[in-house]
């Protein structure tokens, strides 16, 4: 019996699924996915898949990944959604198909308590806060019991806790096999764990990062594995990029000096100025900013400023290199203290071999970006001196082809090795681009001639959901079109009662209309705004699905978010009932990526606005709208606050790249769709 035999009886109404779970809905959809997915797996090749919401994509690959025999890799993108397979879905389906499969999941190591840092962290007490010493009284109870060491299952812990980072490792001070708690190491065990998995979980960073440095878990785990799943592909070469390249930041140089005052404290106090080569590093770095001068070239597309030359665009050329000159001095003078007491103990030959790596980095940026790479330096939070290949392709190309090469993962001057053992890759996401070829996604990857399917949603949006575009608000070319958009978004969820989430395309305009909605709606009365930054993410939205204010009592919520919660945000119900979106989510035109992507592809003769711009934006935009409908009970209104939809010509392909969505034409109507949501339960009730 063929895979494809095996799996389509799994989705049938008295199927094993609606056995175990009998309100899960037969999805033809759902079928049609599945089925795809066993015939890549039995021919072992790539299948690239948009599933629309509410298909059921998880179950669609899970049901043929596990009952193919194969040793399987998920790759998520998000932490929340690694943790969902693990604890709901995988057990759910082992259930249903009486599988007995090990499963996995492996994070990041900064998710992992070591115990090498609470001790120290214990030892060295620098009069730590009393939230902090709260938080790591509490992580120390819990670290007595914990098998997995997932500092997630602390509670109450916030992930933006200082004791946290305290109590975490980084590639940078992992001591690694020199750490006197090897043995009981919690990111080594998880390691140990995965790799002795049927089904291993994993998000696309740290399969990326294992990747590029040849490390002991993607790496390791891909030549004994079969089927290779990355859920919510659509991010996957630009979290590619990240790892291709290089990049450094102040808070790495700082850290690296607070690491060294405190070994040095520990295993060789006298033998150098500690505190002084500390400051030393504090001072460079304080004159690497003050260096950049925040303004014109530092603009609200993330305040990156283009590194076209030897030096940053419109910076002055002998600060700047006299400010990186002494960061070189800097860590040249740590590395001279470290060189002669390196033996003494583990912690200071590790930091030896660090300070060894930074400044071969930072020397890096000392002369000009090599050939086929951008480089930019961002000026928001702690200075970060970043170069990213323009084009990934050619990379992911060879990975997808066979085991990467023993060398590197990322070499492309020689083909993978003949021994290695194909394996089926599967790409699926709610939005991989605005055609029906899906070239936005496969040409970025590597993945021509791949075979692709686009399955569309269930739902019913025509019946579901509406779609308004305000005619009287600016265009967001105006500078007065944040405060409007919020004081017109105010009353909409005054009269809505909350149930509101805001997405905005740049961290400026949050700040505009967060700030207009906070004066609008102060604390207890019965509407809470919810603003990205005040508190962790998945913490404002438990708070935006409860209904609850931050004392526990019932309240209307209005989110205002940009970048990561423009996906990822699940939240069916009456919770959410009106999602709007600023403006069109094109890509920033002075972002310095954006401008030599655009220079590459006109030095090929491309259309940089169809072939680039407008499918970014469409992905994008489909991701916001995506927040709205998450069941066949769920009702809504879309809100896109640019007219540019409707008057300009890319406007049309950005509409049929939404849903089918009813269209509201006036204020009235969309205040009487309002007036609907209000009246009667979201569950049964009549359209917006």
Known sequence: MSLSDLVLPVFAPDGPLARVRPDLRSRPGQAAMALAVAQAINARESLVVEAGTGIGKTFAYLVPALLSGERVLISTATKTLQDQLLTRDLPLLQQALALPLRVA???????????????????DGEGHDEAVAHDLACVERWAQSTRSGDLAEVPGLDEYSAAWRQVTSTVDNCLGSGCPRLRQCHVYRARHDAQAADVLIINHHLFFADLGAQGAGAAQLLPDTGVVVFDEAHRLAETAAQFLGTHVSTSQLLQLGQDVVAAGARHARGAADWQGLLQHLRQCAHA???????????DAAGSRIAWTGVTPEALDASAWDGALEGVVAALRAVLAALDGVAQHAPDLAHLHSRTVALLERVLHFCSSAE????????????LRMVETPLDVA?????????????????????????????RSWIYTSATLGDGKDLRWFTDACGLEGARTLQVPSPFDYARQAALYVPPALPLPSDAGHSVQLARWVGDAVARLGGHTLVLTTSLRALAVIADELCRRFAPGGGIEVLVQGHASRSRMVERFRAQLDASGRPAGHVLVGAASFWEGIDVPGEALQMVVIDKLPFPAPGDPWEQAQARRLADQGGNVFRRHALPSAAVALKQGAGRLIRNENDHGILVIADTRLLHKGYGKPLLRALPPMRRLHTQEEFGAALDALTRTSTRGSPSP
């Open 288 to 298: 690497l900013r003050l260096a950049v001068a925040p303004g014109e070239a530092a």
């Open 394 to 422: 050619g990379a992911l190309r060879t990975l997808w082809k066979g085991k990467p090469p023993t060398e590197g993962a990322w070499d492309e001057s020689d083909e993978p090795p003949a021994a290695s053992a194909p």
């Open 105 to 123: 999941a492996l994070k990041g190591r900064a998710n992992y308590l070591c115990l090498y840092r609470l001790e120290q962290a214990r030892r």
């Open 371 to 382: 050939a086929g790479t951008v480089r930019w330096v961002e000026s928001a939070g702690a």
